[in-house]
């Protein structure tokens, strides 16, 4: 048991080596609820799934919120207690996957496949509006010589015109 | 008694459509118009029998037939009736009797319908029908059964439908209980809603299917479905609000939408769904995008499935998702045979799906109603790689993430831009043609107005660039939006001589998809009004109070009460509830009520938020936690959301111009068929 | 969307197959998802998928802090999921310990927590008020509770015998040192 506690203690101490910015660890101020929440806010316990930290109300996500009101007063950033619950618990805890390696698709994959269409679709305009179909058109819509359509669109739209 | 009538019923509703399928097909291929009218007898029956077995459950749920496993599950002795009522769709096993009776609703009305003129599709559309309800009643037939009831067989309760050997009948004293989360008047009609939207695209897909086999690849289809696929879109639409409203009031995280993965498995159909009811206008104005209309129609209905069955299967994991069930390969399956036939009868009739006309102009409707498009598309890609991207990771690195609102948000928002961007230029452009100039004249008033406003907002408002972006763009749709009402009433009101009022009751009741088209892009502007808000704006703060201590958000200041804590035996809740009095400048403005519901039966917690709403911001404040002396004190969330009433404004807005729009008048088949366009059609803009 | 592109034209087949290949990939994805939702990889009857047990500190079994699961084959396997943030487990907590205090010296029965989800603070606390000797390992980042079962509720208790299998799952806490007690009797 004794063992037990030189591992936190020693966690906390080899926290408190990086510290760039102790924020409470002078000012002995003890975090407030807001603190904490923003720090919560950004990060899913995983028996809450797909709720953030600051609004989970179960037990197992108070005690994380207590573990992080704990290491704010110990003088760790945010960028440290956060990277404490990834190491600690997986990337999961993150509220989106890590910028690296095989996670990157989740970034790269939904803008390629939209320029893709965006490309696609331009291309396809660019054939469709081309004067070339000049014949084609005239072939292909006897109607042409009724401008008249049933449609009350067309028909209010000219209206409109004649009004000017 | 009940239980076997009404399992019996579904057993022969289930054969009913069956025959129905076979029917049809034999009366199809046969061209047998007596064996067609018999399947279309059978699947009209299908609704009245269902009905008769969902009685019978709803009435085993309000007596407290707790032998029976389902309402054991869902309703316990304390709940009042109506809840009882509403538990019918609480549960696994319920709610999918309820999708099936929905479907075999519409069904039913759709086989009532005059057919004269479109008898060649009737037999195919009774048989997307008949194989849909067939898929849900085989669920409940013969996996998740509502009426299983509790046997003790050798001193153990086991769940069966008929009595094992040597069985008695068990009956639980009292039942578990529906979660309190859905014990909320808005979660009485939020999943009905969502449920009546998904089922009701069963009715676009079936004729677009019906369309294809038959080779009557004509815009028939689309104008005998006009009014379903507008209606389905009311339904989703509302269900996706109320659902957003019911987080807001009883979730208590001060939000609306979470992304999470069951609300983006009603979303995705949303978009597509909303993609085709623009897109169906350039096929029906131009004979363009025929193609792209089936693909929509198809997407839309296999994301229906698909995200009902992603949610209910526990492949994803959600907070909405059920437990874990037999059904997931058997949904798995339908939803496999719905995409390959679909997409084999597209491939199939894809060379008569040929566009008539040419595209003229990069600027005209149409073009802009495909980029209208091509951004619904975008934001599907990117909520459905969201949902599907856990799975892909533990498959290929056997780790676990989580995809929460940063990445959406980020992801959605400049797509969203876009789309109102577009809702600013395209009511201003013309079918067939228009140019940078046209477009430029009918704009630059409203541009500049909108402009204006944001520099005016910039000075006394905010300064945060995405709020201005946003803003410029909901002025300047509101702007383009009037001006086009006002501009049409007006010609209207010089050529009829009537008064500019009566002008534009009649101008809009002429033209009701356009105008009501108008109002719904005018509501979705309120709507974005509040998301902006809640989104950039919110606030948040959280604190302990002593009795009469005070803590300050944003101007307001709320001052702790009192706090009182008592059971409600009768309810099966315990009760407690903070008075805070809130002040804003100094001046009293009333008190709030914040609350924690607990309710024994399911052991769980409901957090219901105080809020005082006004059109310029809501105060929303969160009971956290209390001390067991009450004096002593209390821990409070206050968050303070502004603007966010403009989303519920919006909603009914929204509502009534989908309503407007979408209201029966005469049959829109009747209308006759679009006749080829000239090519220099007249543009609004001049 | 490319319809004037190819006009009067099916679809050709180099499209075809793509369409084919995308929707097969699809579905096989999903498949596995659900595959892995339905059948974790623990099942009744069935060898269990070996992992790696590292001890919390001051926690050991016959004297070593890092192990298989595998390296206890030949005994029977009690593996107990708790967290201290969980009350049920509260309540079997001293029933595990006793029956750890009965069976530790006959060397033939393991008892093994391991702590889902949980932080360190919270975990000392749970093991120090109940006096809890067996040893426990804590399974952060729940790579032990997915192999036993994917939507995990605490606790959950497997009963593994002799030559790997799972022979038993209890969900929920235990009711007695008795419960324990007749389900290990009954897999010798």
Not at chain 2, 546 to 561: D, F, K, P, V
Not at chain 2, 632 to 643: I, R
């Amino acid at each position: 048991m004794k063992k037990f506690l030189y591992v936190i203690a020693f966690l906390f101490l080899a926290g408190s080596v990086f510290i760039t910015s102790p924020a409470f660890a002078q000012g002995g101020t003890p975090p407030t609820d807001d603190e904490v929440n923003a720090i919560a806010r950004k990060l899913y316990c995983p028996v809450c799934e797909s709720t953030p930290l600051d609004v989970c109300p179960t037990e197992a996500c108070y005690e994380w919120r207590e573990l992080i009101r704990t290491m704010l007063a110990e003088g760790n950033t945010e960028d440290q207690i956060t990277q404490y619950f990834v190491d600690q618990y997986g990337a999961r805890v993150l509220s989106e996957p890590p910028k690296e390696g095989f996670f990157w698709l989740i970034y790269a994959l939904p803008p390629a496949v939209i320029l893709m269409g965006a490309v696609i679709l331009f291309r396809s305009l660019k054939e469709w509006t081309k004067p070339k179909a000049a014949a084609l058109v005239i072939g292909s819509e006897p109607a042409a010589a009724s401008p008249k359509t049933d449609d009350y669109l067309s028909r209010f739209e000219e209206e409109l015109k004649k009004q000017k | 008694m009940f239980a076997e009538f009404g399992y019996g019923i579904l057993v022969v509703s289930f054969i009913v459509a069956f025959y129905s399928l076979i029917a049809a097909v034999y009366g199809a291929l046969r061209k047998s118009a007596a064996m067609v009218e018999s399947s279309r007898r059978g699947m009209f029956l299908v609704f009245p029998l269902l009905s008769l077995s969902a009685a019978a459950l709803v009435y085993l749920l309000i007596t407290n037939h707790f032998e029976v496993a389902f309402v054991y599950e869902v309703t316990s002795r304390s709940m009042p009736t109506y809840l009882k009522v509403t538990a019918w769709w609480g549960g696994q096993a319920g709610s999918l009797l309820f999708w099936a009776w929905l479907l075999a609703a519409f069904t039913s009305a759709v086989t009532l319908r005059k057919w004269e003129r479109d008898i060649e599709f009737l037999p195919w559309v009774i048989v997307v029908n008949a194989v849909t309800i067939i898929f849900f009643l085989g669920m409940v037939v013969f996996y998740e059964n509502p009426f299983t009831r509790f046997w003790l067989v050798a001193g153990n309760v086991e769940p069966h439908m008929f009595a094992p050997l040597a069985a008695t009948l068990f009956t639980p004293q009292d039942g578990n209980g529906l979660n309190p989360l859905l014990r909320h008047p808005g979660m009485v009609i939020h999943p009905p809603m969502l449920y009546l939207g998904f089922v009701s695209y069963v009715i676009p897909y079936a004729f677009a299917m019906a369309a294809l086999i038959t080779g009557r690849t004509d815009d028939r289809w689309i104008r005998l479905t006009r009014r379903w696929s507008l209606w389905a879109w009311l339904f989703l639409s509302f269900g996706l609000v109320l659902g957003g409203r019911w987080a807001y009031d009883v979730l208590g995280w001060g939000g609306y939408w979470g992304w999470d993965p069951v609300e983006i498995a009603a979303f995705m159909p949303w978009l597509t769904g909303t993609a085709f009811l623009h897109s169906v206008m350039i096929q029906e104005k131009r004979g363009l995008f025929k193609h792209w209309n089936m693909i929509l129609v198809i997407l839309t209905y296999a994301l229906v499935v698909f995200g009902t069955f992603l949610t209910r299967s526990g492949v994803l994991s959600s907070v909405h998702a059920f437990a874990n069930s037999p059904i997931g390969p058997f949904f798995m399956g339908y939803t496999a045979l719905t995409l390959f036939v679909s997409i084999a009868l597209l491939i199939w009739r894809w060379p008569l799906l040929h566009g008539e006309t040419e595209m003229k102009s990069m600027l005209s409707r149409e073009a802009l109603f495909l980029l209208n498009n091509l951004l619904f598309m975008s934001v599907l890609i990117v909520s459905f790689w969201g949902v599907i991207f856990p799975l892909v990771s533990e498959l290929f690195t056997g780790q676990k993430v989580t995809v929460g609102p940063p990445f959406y948000e980020r992801a959605t928002a400049p797509l969203f831009a876009g789309l109102m961007l577009l809702m600013g230029i395209a009511p201003l452009s013309a079918w067939g043609h228009s140019t940078i100039k046209t477009l430029g004249r009918a704009m630059w008033k409203s541009a500049l107005a909108a402009a204006i406003l944001t520099v005016v907002l910039f000075f006394t408002y905010t300064q945060n660039y995405i709020a201005l972006i946003g803003f410029f763009l909901i002025a300047l749709v509101l702007f383009v939006t009037f001006q086009e009402f006002g501009r049409a009433a007006r010609a209207r009101q010089r050529a009829q001589g009537e008064n500019f009022f009566t002008a534009l009751a009649r101008l809009m009741g002429r033209n009701r998809r356009r105008y009501g088209g108008y109002i719904i892009h005018i509501s979705m502007m309120l709507m974005a009004i509040g998301i902006l808000g809640i989104e950039i704006f919110q606030k948040e703060t959280q604190g302990s109070l002593a009795q009469g201590e005070q803590m300050e958000l944003a101007g307001y200041t709320i001052e702790y009460r009192e706090l009182a804590s008592w059971p409600d035996e009768g309810k099966g809740v315990n009760f407690t509830r903070a008075v805070v009095d809130v002040y804003e400048d100094g001046i009293y403005l009333g008190e709030l009520t914040p609350r924690i519901d607990y309710y024994f039966d399911s052991q769980q917690n409901m957090t219901i938020p105080g809020n005082r709403s006004t059109l310029k911001d809501d105060l929303y404040v969160l009971l956290v936690d209390w001390q067991p002396v009450s004096s002593m004190g209390a821990t409070f969330k206050v968050f303070v959301n502004p603007l966010v009433n403009w989303l519920w404004i919006g909603s009914l807005l929204f509502l009534a111009g989908i309503i407007f729009t979408a209201w029966p008048d005469h049959d829109p088949a009747e209308e006759p068929l679009r006749a080829p366009q000239s090519t220099n059609q007249p543009s609004a803009a001049d | 969307m490319t319809e004037e592109l190819t006009k009067k034209r099916g679809v050709s087949v180099p499209v075809q197959i793509a369409i084919w290949v995308f929707l097969a990939g699809l579905l096989a994805l999903v498949g596995f998802g659900l595959n892995h939702a339905q059948n974790p990889m623990a099942q009744i009857g069935k060898s269990v998928p070996d992992f790696d047990l590292e001890y919390y500190p001051g926690y050991e079994y016959n004297g070593i802090e890092k192990m298989k699961l595998s390296d206890l084959r030949g005994k029977i396997v009690v593996i107990n999921i708790w967290a201290s943030w969980c009350k049920p487990c509260e309540q079997e907590a001293p029933d595990l310990e006793q029956a750890w205090q009965i069976y530790k010296d006959g060397g033939d029965v393991v008892i093994l927590g391991v702590d889902y989800v949980d932080t360190p603070k919270g975990a000392e606390g749970y093991l120090t008020k109940f006096d809890i000797t067996f040893p426990n390992a804590p399974d952060l980042k729940s790579n032990i509770s997915s192999i036993l079962n994917r939507q995990m509720g605490v606790p959950e208790t497997y009963f593994i015998d002799r030559t790997g299998i799972l022979r038993h799952v209890k969900v929920g806490p235990f009711a007695s040192v008795g419960e324990i007690q007749s389900i290990i009797s009954s897999m010798e």
